[in-house]
């Protein structure tokens, strides 16, 4: 099995900085990708960033030039770096592990960012 910790997030301005940490545990040889998703009040988990374990990427065109996903392969732990934060970037983030045979999501950490 595998568990997740989730840490980071938090209150920021708009244009500040935070990052997300995002620790797996367990059998992580079998990791296949780790994800961000974000879920706003009202909308729907959405894709924010991922990165499979050959370190090809992929984002979200509205975080494109802003957010940067990286993996730690040896500390197994994906990190979410956020620039350049908008106010449309509160959400709740969550972390998305994807395993051959099935997917966890951690619990969710709280992004917000005021104006």
């Known amino acids: 099995q595998v568990q997740m910790a989730e840490s980071g997030g938090g209150l920021a301005q708009a244009g500040g900085s935070l990052r997300l940490s995002c620790a797996a545990s367990?059998?992580?040889?079998?990791?296949?990708?780790m994800s961000w998703y974000r879920q706003a009040p009202g909308n729907q988990r959405e894709l924010v960033a991922s990165?499979?374990?050959?370190?090809?990427?992929d984002y979200a065109d509205s975080v494109k030039g802003r957010f940067t996903i990286s993996r730690d392969s040896a500390k197994n732990t994906a990190y979410l770096q956020m620039n350049s934060l908008r106010p449309e970037d509160t959400a709740v983030y969550y972390c998305?592990?994807?395993?051959?045979?099935?997917?966890?999501w951690g619990q969710g950490t709280q992004v917000t960012v005021s104006s």
């Open positions: 998305h592990v994807q395993l051959p045979l099935y997917s966890l």
């Open positions: 367990g059998n992580t040889f079998a990791i296949n990708a």
């Open positions: 990165i499979t374990v050959d370190g090809t990427t």
